[in-house]
């Protein structure tokens, strides 16, 4: 089925969302994100710790990846032919548990053990929740991981992706860039490195702490193929993950520019939303801003 | 006892108020400075901070090129990245080097809780405990960590703290006499001694509490040095009182209980001994509090530790 929608920050108006039985259109992911931004909130709310605003600002990067892109889903999870995805930033992991839930993985009711004594539903991703590829909590380890799941499908013949998710403060950590040179040098261009460029980390701006720009120089000199996305925006990102592989033979990189708290006013873009957890009130606003949110996308439907 | 502050708190306020009279103290972050509660001293001393960002290694090279120079440097972050992402450093540039970087592991042992193993460090004493020529120091109160803040500014080697995240009990009467290497005996007893260190020391503390009332009493003696090592206060109990509980928010693997069980061989002394700490398993999920009582760090924990230990002493 085609899909069609209005242009949105210069990408094409029409696109074929069509894959198999994950056919979903733009309103019903948007919607997605919405519900998930509630969960999220939730799950931290009741477990009284949590990444808030890095979970909130991934949170449509995930939507899109396993409403529409990744070939993973409960029942092939097993199949050495799904696609990977390696959170890197395991922080989020608020994010990650939310929309695994969405996609069957387990009960969202699961979630509410998150953090409890003895809950397999830990504060970073772990295996033993199903669904999850790699145990990840310590910066800077997932593109190698990434990188090397990626050589194997080479080595084997698989066609499957390996898609890796980093936060921009993270890119400080030396092994990031280890990984790169692997991956350039292997031309793994069926690894998608995404960048959640929300320009903050706990201490403030990334500018500030430990400069980053010029980012985009420093990736494509280290080999890959660069592309820009507003990854809060679900066409925009639809369109940049068809677009893979951008250049035979180098890896992918998507710079994705978000915001750090998306979705909810008083958390965005503010430093100190990183680990928050909101008090009742900032609760009650935060949902009050979702509902409202929700309504205005089914209007406009 | 009263609960008392986070000692990592106590570390960077009793840094800040040391550093406003010496300008070639230096703090180095790694993005950390917000868990270290060193943002006051960020703000005050901004020239005597350096923030390297999420980069480990980089925070503890740069460290010890910076204590080369004679600067008196801290390197703050937290124990579990410290201490594993970055030990090639302090081993080689810090301690092989010997330059005498105090690195600070932060939010350590099982500080993080639910956060999980990555974010756990149960492998700092033993890691740290087989490299010549670094320190190892886990204050149990405020007062201690003050103490060995203290003690730091004038230690010949490069030192690794370790300080957990919560408030702590206040455990010493203020004219104790704190010296790195040098046991504190809290308490004095004659059925059990407890080895604790860190933040298990109080817990040991209540344990001693809870026996007494049945008539068991314990030496309890803070640790808080692992390296170098108090050997004669373990030899002592091991001469003076029946058994030895060990007691560490640690792998019960190559910490303080296997740092006592070595002397205790090597000195032909035998006394019934267990080794109280986290087991080698995936670490059940839970809040500090939570995972020390599951794994018997605990005042009824420790208590039936000691009752079960002096029955295999007397049938024995
Ligand atoms: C190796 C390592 N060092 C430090 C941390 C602590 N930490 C957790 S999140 C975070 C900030 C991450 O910032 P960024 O990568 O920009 O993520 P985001 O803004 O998306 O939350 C830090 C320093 C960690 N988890 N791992
Ligand atoms: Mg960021």
């Known amino acids: ?301 | 006892m009263e609960l008392g502050k986070p000692n990592q708190d106590i570390f960077a306020t009793t840094l800040l108020d040391l550093a406003q009279n010496d300008p070639t103290i230096l703090v180095v972050t790694s993005d950390s400075r917000g868990s270290g509660k060193l943002v006051p001293f960020g703000q005050m001393l901004p020239n005597q901070i350096v923030e390297v960002g999420i980069a480990e290694q980089n925070l503890v090279g740069v460290s010890a090129g910076l204590a080369s120079t004679g600067k008196k440097v801290f390197a703050v972050s937290p124990a579990c990245f410290l201490t594993t992402r970055a030990l090639e450093q302090i081993k080689n540039d810090v301690a092989y080097s010997n330059n005498p970087v105090r690195i600070i592991g932060i939010s350590a042992g099982v500080s993080y809780g639910a956060l999980g193993s990555t974010h756990h460090s149960l492998h700092d004493f033993a890691a740290l405990r087989t490299i010549n020529n670094i320190d190892i120091l886990a204050p149990a109160d405020n007062f201690e960590t003050r103490q060995a803040v203290l003690a730091a500014m004038h230690h010949p080697r490069p030192l690794y703290f370790r300080f957990g995240k919560r408030p702590v009990y206040d455990l010493h009467a203020p004219d104790t006499i704190f010296q790195i290497g040098k046991a504190i005996r809290l308490r004095e007893g004659r059925d059990v001694t407890f080895i604790a260190s860190g933040e298990t020391v109080a817990r040991a503390m209540l344990a001693a509490l809870h026996l007494e009332e049945a008539g068991i009493t314990c030496r309890v003696l803070s640790m808080h040095t692992l390296k170098p090592f108090d050997s004669e206060a373990v030899i002592q109990a091991a001469r003076e009182t029946h058994a030895i509980i060990t007691v560490e928010e640690h792998s019960v693997f190559g910490g303080l209980g296997e740092a006592c069980a070595s002397i205790l061989m090597q000195r032909g002394l035998v006394v019934p001994f267990k080794i109280v700490g986290i087991p080698d398993e995936d670490t059940v999920t839970g809040s500090q509090s939570e995972i020390f009582d599951h794994y018997g760090i605990s005042a009824e924990g420790l208590a039936t530790t000691a009752r079960t230990l002096l029955q295999v002493e007397q049938s024995s």
């Open chain 1, 1 to 301: 089925m085609g899909l069609h929608f209005i242009d949105y920050w210069g990408y094409p108006s029409a696109l074929d969302v069509t894959q198999g039985d994950r056919e979903m259109d733009v309103q019903t992911l948007q919607l997605k994100s919405v519900a998930y931004r509630k969960t999220i909130l939730e799950i931290i709310k009741q477990s009284g710790a949590g990444h808030t605003a890095g979970s909130l600002s991934c949170t449509d990067i995930l939507n899109v990846l396993y409403n529409h892109v990744l070939n993973v889903d409960p029942d092939n999870f097993a199949d050495p032919n799904r696609d990977r995805y390696i959170q890197s930033k395991g922080h989020s992991v608020e994010a990650l548990y939310t929309v695994l839930a969405d996609r069957g993985f387990y009960s969202r009711e699961a979630l509410a053990t998150l953090n409890k004594y003895k809950s397999k539903f830990i504060g970073h991703p772990t295996r033993k929740v199903h669904g999850i590829e790699q145990n990840t909590g310590a910066l800077g380890h997932g593109l190698s991981i990434a990188v090397g799941t990626a050589i194997a499908a080479k080595k084997d013949g698989r066609s499957y992706r390996v898609y890796t998710l980093l936060g921009d403060g993270e890119l400080a950590e030396g092994s990031s860039w280890e990984a790169s040179m692997t991956a350039a040098h292997y031309q793994l261009d069926n690894l998608v490195v995404i960048i959640d460029r929300n320009t903050l980390q706990i201490t403030g701006r990334t500018e500030e702490v430990s400069s980053l720009e010029p980012l985009e120089d420093k990736f494509r000199a280290f080999g890959y193929a660069v592309r820009h996305v507003d990854g809060n925006d679900i066409p925009a990102l639809i369109q940049i993950f068809e677009q893979v592989p951008f250049v035979p033979h180098k890896p992918n990189l998507i710079i994705a520019h978000t915001v750090k708290g998306k979705g909810i006013s008083f958390m965005e873009d503010t430093v100190k939303w990183h680990h928050r957890v909101p008090t009742d009130e900032e609760f009650a606003k935060a949902i009050e801003e979702l509902e409202l949110a929700e309504v205005k996308l089914k209007a406009a439907v």
